[in-house]
């Protein structure tokens, strides 16, 4: 008897494996069956449609919604795609250094970027482009006049501009140079914060931002109370810089970890605080995604920085860019990711400490609703959340360019100063003393003073 059990015990993992091995093969002959009905179609399409097919066409819209049919990250770039992707990754390119939009059918400078070629020569905000080398502007798209702009460093191009106060149309010949994307802008506000804006993470933003910190430090001295780092309607970008910009803020403890099918990592500080400790508020809204949500989330965990805004979208996945031969890519959702806490934010996003939502001017309250995102739990097709309730309830994306109407940031700059921001909040409050006494506790522990006073060609 006690032989016959050890018999089956020692049988139990042989016939597990043989269950697993014969499961896979049963999973690679249906692969094979469904490559062959796929082969077939498009057999048939190729010699029986109408006209005669691109099979290169076909086979891409193929890959295409293969991986449409995954998640609403998953993506298939043809080579051009590719290319545009791979230029907002480095954050550079060969170009003219102008913020441009389109207005009644030709390009509108929407600000010259100092030191490039375009402010040089003499390029103004407002400025119309309406022939770039000659050929008109309108019937273009946008993303077609800021392709035709861009080119290989040290090549000239014309651009015909139309200037207010100016009779005739003149031209500009300019000569492309290496243009870095301002992903990290900074100014000091309320006399003596930092406010820094990352507007996505790509390879210039880790470098950029040392260079903000250490300019207002320079710039403030003894007076630096704090910084705010704003990441509203950041769309997120490449993992590592995440990790980077929230390492800068951090001395130790995990930033992220992340799991795929087969493997998991996690991702931590390394000692040294860029800030010195000073407190710290991070801005998020509706808008901020993916890598702002990995910094916000670790900042957040850590007790390092007290969030301000509103919900963010609420993707929690991580996408790696896979090339293939003929130069094209996928885009191709393989992990999750996960914040120190243990916490999946996917298509649940994070909450801010303070809720606190912008106070809409009179032209925009009957289009509130335009201005409001689901984030990810919105998206057809999205990733479940592993961990915890989905959340889809509409986030405020909208931010007043003037800094002066900013309610958010308002917000931030009074809780820097030890001031109590009850009245800001979303949240009804049981009370001003008892909202005061929250306000200076958080801040506290945030260590706050709690008695102080579109296109880029």
Do not use: C
């Not at 950041?234 to 590592?240: E, S, V, Y």
């Not at 087969?262 to 998020?284: C, F, M, Q, Y």
């Amino acid at each position: 008897m006690a032989l016959g059990m050890a018999l089956a015990l020692a049988a139990t993992p042989a016939l597990a494996a043989q269950d697993k091995a014969g499961k896979k093969v049963d999973e690679n002959i249906r692969l094979y069956r469904d490559l062959d009905m796929f082969g077939e179609a498009l057999e048939y399409i190729y010699n029986q449609y109408v006209e005669k097919p691109d099979t290169q066409k076909l086979i891409r819209a193929a890959i295409r919604g293969m991986l449409q049919s995954l998640d609403p990250h998953s993506s298939y770039m043809d080579p051009k795609n590719y290319n545009e992707m791979m230029v907002n990754i480095r954050g550079e390119f060969g170009g003219l250094g102008i913020e441009v939009t389109m207005e009644n059918g030709v390009v509108k400078v929407v600000s010259p970027i100092d030191d490039t070629p375009a402010a040089k020569a003499g390029i103004l905000a407002g400025d119309y482009i309406i022939k770039i080398d000659g050929k008109p502007v309108k019937g273009m798209t946008l993303s077609q006049a800021v392709e035709k702009m861009r080119g290989k460093v040290g090549t000239p191009i014309v651009v015909t501009i139309l200037r207010k106060g100016r009779k005739k149309p003149f031209d500009v010949r300019i000569v492309r140079d290496i243009i870095r994307i301002q992903s990290v802008k900074w100014d000091v506000v309320g006399d003596d914060i930092g406010y820094i804006r990352i507007t996505q993470f790509n390879e210039q933003t880790s470098p950029k931002l040392r260079e903000a910190i250490a300019d207002l430090k320079k710039k403030l001295g003894k007076k630096l109370k704090g910084y705010i780092i704003d990441l509203r309607n950041n769309p997120g970008g490449l993992l590592d810089q995440a990790r980077s910009v929230a390492d800068m803020f951090l001395e130790h403890g995990e930033i992220v970890s992340i799991r795929g099918r087969h493997d998991s990592e996690r991702l931590a500080a390394t000692p040294g605080d860029l800030t010195n400790g000073k407190p710290v508020v991070v801005l998020i809204n509706g808008g901020s995604a993916s890598a702002s949500e990995i910094v916000a989330g670790a900042l957040q965990d850590h007790k390092r920085a007290v969030l301000i805004g509103t919900r963010s979208f609420g993707k929690g996945s991580v996408q790696k860019i896979i090339p293939l031969k003929d130069r094209s890519a996928l885009r191709l959702t393989t992990e999750r990711y996960y914040t120190p806490s243990g916490r999946s934010i996917q298509a649940r996003g994070i909450t801010p400490d303070h809720v606190v939502e912008q106070e809409l001017p009179p032209e925009l309250k009957d289009k509130a609703d335009r201005l409001r995102t689901k984030g990810e739990a919105g998206l057809q097709g999205h990733l479940k959340n592993d961990k915890a309730k989905e959340v889809n309830a509409p986030s405020l994306v909208y931010v007043p360019r003037d800094k002066s109407k900013d309610t958010q940031l308002k917000a931030a700059i009074r809780f820097l100063h030890g001031e109590s921001i009850a009245m800001l909040e979303k949240k009804p409050q049981a009370g001003k003393a008892k909202a005061a006494a929250e306000d200076a506790d958080k801040a506290k522990k945030a260590g706050a003073p709690a008695d102080g006073n579109g296109g880029k060609p």
